[in-house]
């Protein structure tokens, strides 16, 4: 690894699979994995959190939720606030997703309001960015990462993380290329750099997220906006999971 480069992180988004048996023995696996060369954070379904919290205690490897509700408390059957996700062992919460503002409806500005409330919370918004599929062939690609990204940050959080997600990557096999998530990673940088300044862009990590797997992690890290990934499907199997981590730690 590059002596000056950002210290990779990568999330596993496990959606709404595994049941709490299959939550505590990927944790078993992950920790007898030693020490890693990247941060680590595992975003389990809500009703998995204690036990993968629990699962987790004394090791470096964190749990997120994934979703938050922007209100402290109150009648919002089927939601989750800040507070019962740092009393459930949280640190971290995925804030716009795509699969949210598809099945959701969230709107950009949702996701700002879910990202203040999280750090309000103590807990790190990992929030999410990516255009479809028909946004990319209509050349809309850069106005959409733009117009995403300074819905959530304008009188957004303070203190964020990135992911880059292309929709028409999540769940299909077609990964980006390198090249085509360097430069949308080169762009997101240049705007974090309009919005926040050099010196804070230049620390910021910026994830990268859709069909990554062991096959394909190597490459895509050794490019210079990566700074690590956010994996659904793989990071299902304990195994795939440590490799792509592992990943991480190598120049290709
Ligand atoms: P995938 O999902 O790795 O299964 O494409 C990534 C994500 O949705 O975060």
Same mark, same amino acid.
């Given at each position: =690894?590059?002596?000056?480069?950002?210290?990779?992180? #990568?999330?596993?988004?496990?959606? =709404?699979?595994?049941?709490?048996?299959?939550?505590?023995?990927?944790? %078993?696996?992950?920790?007898?994995?030693?020490?890693?060369?990247? *941060?680590?954070?595992? !975003? $389990?379904?809500? $009703?998995?959190?204690?036990? @993968?919290?629990? /699962?987790?205690?004394?090791?470096? @490897?964190?749990c997120?939720?994934?979703d938050?509700? &922007? /209100? *402290?408390?109150?009648?919002?059957?089927?939601? @989750?606030?800040?507070?019962?996700?740092?009393d459930?062992?949280?640190?971290? @919460?995925?804030?716009?997703?795509?699969?949210?503002?598809?099945?959701?409806?969230? /709107?950009?500005?949702?996701?700002?309001?879910?990202?203040?409330?999280?750090?309000?919370?103590?807990?790190? &918004?990992?929030?999410?960015?990516?255009e479809?599929?028909?946004?990319?062939?209509?050349?809309?690609? !850069?106005?959409?990462?733009?117009?995403?990204?300074?819905?959530?940050?304008? %009188?957004? $959080?303070?203190? !964020?993380?990135?992911?880059?997600?292309?929709?028409?990557?999540?769940?299909?096999?077609?990964?980006a290329?390198?090249?085509?998530?360097? %430069?949308?990673?080169?762009?997101?940088?240049?705007?974090?750099?309009d =919005?926040?300044?050099?010196?804070?862009?230049?620390?910021?990590?910026?994830?990268?997220?859709?069909?990554?797997? &062991?096959?394909?992690?190597?490459?895509?890290?050794?490019?210079?906006?990566? *700074?690590?990934?956010? #994996?659904?499907?793989a990071s299902?199997d304990?195994?795939?999971f440590?490799?792509?981590?592992?990943?991480c730690?190598?120049?290709?």
């Open positions: =690894m590059s002596p000056n480069r950002r210290r990779p992180l #990568v999330g596993g988004n496990w959606k =709404m699979h595994f049941l709490r048996d299959d939550a505590t023995r990927f944790c %078993d696996a992950l920790l007898a994995g030693g020490a890693l060369p990247a *941060d680590v954070v595992l !975003f $389990p379904s809500f $009703p998995l959190l204690h036990s @993968v919290a629990e /699962a987790l205690t004394g090791s470096e @490897v964190g997120g939720g994934q938050i509700h &922007p /209100a *402290d408390k109150g009648a919002h059957t089927g939601d @989750v606030s800040g507070a019962q996700l740092v459930a062992g949280c640190s971290w @919460v995925l804030c716009g997703h795509s699969e949210r503002r598809h099945d959701h409806g969230e /709107a950009d500005d949702l996701v700002r309001q879910k990202a203040v409330t999280a750090l309000r919370y103590g807990l790190t &918004p990992l929030i999410c960015v990516g479809t599929q028909a946004e990319r062939q209509a050349g809309r690609t !850069f106005e959409v990462l733009e117009r995403q990204l300074r819905a959530a940050l304008t %009188d957004g $959080p303070a203190t !964020f993380t990135l992911a880059y997600e292309p929709v028409w990557a999540i769940g299909t096999g077609e990964t290329t390198p090249e085509i998530a360097q %430069d949308a990673h080169a762009f997101l940088r240049g705007q974090l750099g =919005m926040l300044g050099e010196t804070a862009a230049e620390a910021k990590r910026i994830l990268y997220g859709g069909s990554v797997n &062991p096959q394909n992690a190597a490459e895509l890290i050794s490019k210079p906006d990566l *700074d690590g990934f956010l #994996v659904g499907g299902l304990p195994e795939k440590l490799a792509i981590i592992r990943s730690g190598s120049d290709t």
